[in-house]
């Protein structure tokens, strides 16, 4: 045994300091992780590969490489530090100066504010006072929605982008104008180019980017993006999407997606990263897409159902000698889309998640035995939202009848309902100045998403609904989402969108609002369609199918299910 005096000296040697505590240790093997990092990292290694195809507003085709594309995003950092702008806004559509500001902006330490052209001006005018932005880039077809925001704001930089095929002259404009000072002040200051850039970061765990919600429903939340968490999410859709397998030739990405979305669900990035080809759209022109998907060999793009819908039924469809992987999200798609699709050879890759983790974080994984299964049984497994992303912690679904604080796992029967949560390190930082919504949202430690559903033996998640689209009809609970992907096996329906309406007898029912194939449908022939031809539950049955022109959408392809109640309510017919 130790003597007393040892057993002191030991105890009084923890509160005195180490002999090592004054050294510097030196780390080797780490680095703060950044995505801008991918854009030099790509120009190095293949400074002539294709980087951007673009037909400019002049209707023009643009092409630039990977060494131009760099060079352009250096240029713009540049004269962002000389000028000292922190916080820039983007408002502009899938054009090459939003990439280009997407890397530029980060590489001057800054921040980028990303915000959707489709808002009404008084939106717009919100997100970038909320933000603080002390600049815009801004697309010149979209310059007047600025002008409210212009007059209490002079102060503020607003740099337009004219998105031609010139970057000297006449075409050009205020944006290749800041691109070449910037090019130039390089210059000036030593040629250092992107060694004094910050393509990796000071703080890894620093906001990269604002992403703001849709504000659908109440004010946009500004997302807080850190460099790491759109990082690590990048790598994560590099992986799940498949971008760098793709036989022989290179990725080439067809931007569907829009941009200000989420920052693009960080594809940005990840198309960077494999040095893919970036094929910009100003706007949906399934024409123009189908054009592109048969002679610019697309290997992959990211869209909502609804537009995956419209594809598949535009005239210009047909099936596609090599198969396109089309990441699918926004909101649940059908069994039978996926069929339609995989005719088209139209590779569904199913993921979900929402702004507030970065896009995509869980992917309806395709398993080899599901080949087997009989009917469209597989179609229906790879509907599911599936199991949370390579670089994120597993999804969860947990109970929703305890205290908010108390966290506690479904059985997993795909029987039991609750809410989907998530934790880990592609969960956004919160919302900017927003202490408790942000409080809200990480309730008990955990991203609540507010989208109920059901988790399978193996571990799969499957959404049946928010938590306010559920129709509850004679103490049965009606999910919306399943009625619609019922809905939309009948041959004449293109989409469907169900509300719940009040109903004396049964508290609630379902009512359908449905777009058609063409013209003649009638509602009763759906109803009579549903009850004695699908295989829609007896109860599930709408009384009521109303048939619309065009179904509402928010920007990024969601039904505005608010709209609809909204519709139903004042007894209108569509639109």
């Not at 906001?207 to 659908?216: E, F, H, K, N, V």
């Not at 679904?397 to 796992?409: F, Q, W, Y």
């Not at 029987?415 to 919504?437: L, M």
Request: charged share 20%; net charge negative.
């Amino acid at each position: 045994m130790t003597s007393a005096a040892g057993r002191l000296s030991s105890l009084a040697a923890q509160f005195l300091p180490s002999p090592f505590a004054s050294r510097k240790v030196e780390v080797y093997n780490n680095h703060q992780l950044s995505p801008t990092f991918f854009l030099p990292r790509a120009a190095t290694i293949e400074p002539d590969a294709p980087a951007i195809y673009h037909v400019t507003a002049n209707k023009k085709i643009l092409r630039r490489s990977y060494q131009e594309f760099a060079d352009r995003a250096r240029g713009l950092a540049y004269y962002l530090r000389r000028h000292n702008y922190k916080r820039v806004g983007i408002l502009c559509p899938n054009t090459p100066a939003f990439l280009e500001a997407i890397f530029g902006i980060a590489a001057a330490g800054a921040v980028n504010v990303g915000v959707n052209y489709r808002l009404q001006s008084v939106d717009i005018t919100y997100i970038f006072e909320h933000a603080e932005v002390d600049s815009i880039i801004v697309d010149a077809e979209f310059a007047p929605l600025l002008n409210d925001f212009r007059t209490a704001h002079p102060e503020v930089k607003i740099i337009i982008d004219t998105d031609t095929d010139a970057t000297e002259g006449q075409l050009s404009g205020p944006f290749d104008e800041a691109v070449l000072e910037g090019l130039k002040y390089d210059i000036e200051t030593g040629s250092k180019g992107w060694a004094d850039l910050e393509h990796t970061t000071p703080d890894e765990n620093s906001l990269i980017a604002l992403a703001y919600t849709s504000g659908t429903t109440a004010r946009p939340k500004g997302v807080m993006f850190t460099h790491k968490g759109a990082y690590l999410a990048a790598l994560a859709n590099i992986v799940e999407s498949g971008l760098n397998y793709h036989g022989s030739q290179r990725a080439h990405y067809l931007w569907t997606l829009p941009l200000f979305h989420a920052m693009g669900w960080t594809f940005p990035w990840s198309v960077t990263a494999v040095r893919g080809t970036h094929y910009c759209l100003r706007k949906i022109d399934y024409p123009e897409i189908w054009r592109l998907l048969k002679e610019e060999g697309i290997t992959h793009m990211n869209s909502a159902p609804t537009v995956n819908t419209l594809l598949c039924n535009d005239p210009g469809a047909e099936r596609l000698d090599i198969p396109v992987r089309v990441t699918v999200a926004a909101s649940p798609p059908s069994a039978h889309l996926f069929k339609t699709m995989e005719n088209l050879n139209l590779q569904p890759v199913h993921v979900y998640g929402l702004t507030e983790t970065y896009g995509p974080i869980t992917k309806g994984y395709h398993m080899q035995a599901w080949s087997q299964l009989p009917g469209d049984e597989k179609y229906a497994k790879m509907a599911r939202q599936g199991h949370g992303f390579l670089t994120s912690m597993p999804a969860r679904v947990i109970k929703t009848d305890v205290p908010a604080d108390h966290i506690e796992d479904v059985e997993k029967n795909g029987k039991e309902i609750g809410e989907i949560v998530f934790y880990g390190n592609i969960c956004a930082k919160g919302y900017y100045k927003d202490d408790e919504a942000t409080r809200k949202l990480f309730a008990g430690g955990v991203l609540h998403t507010g989208d109920l559903a059901v988790m399978h033996e193996d571990g799969a998640i499957q959404i049946l609904d928010r938590a306010k689209d559920i129709i509850i009809s004679g103490g049965e609970n009606i999910s919306s989402v399943a009625l619609e992907s019922m809905l939309v096996t009948h041959p004449e329906i293109l989409e469907a969108a169900c509300v719940a309406v009040p109903d004396s007898h049964w508290g609630e029912r379902p009512l359908a609002y449905v777009t058609c194939k063409k013209q003649g449908l009638r509602g009763e022939e759906v109803i009579e369609w549903a009850r004695n031809q699908s295989n829609i539950s007896r109860f599930m049955v709408p009384r009521e199918v109303v048939i619309v022109d065009e179904l509402p959408k928010t920007s990024t392809g969601k039904l505005k299910k608010n709209e609809l109640r909204e519709w139903a309510k004042k007894g209108q017919k569509g639109m």
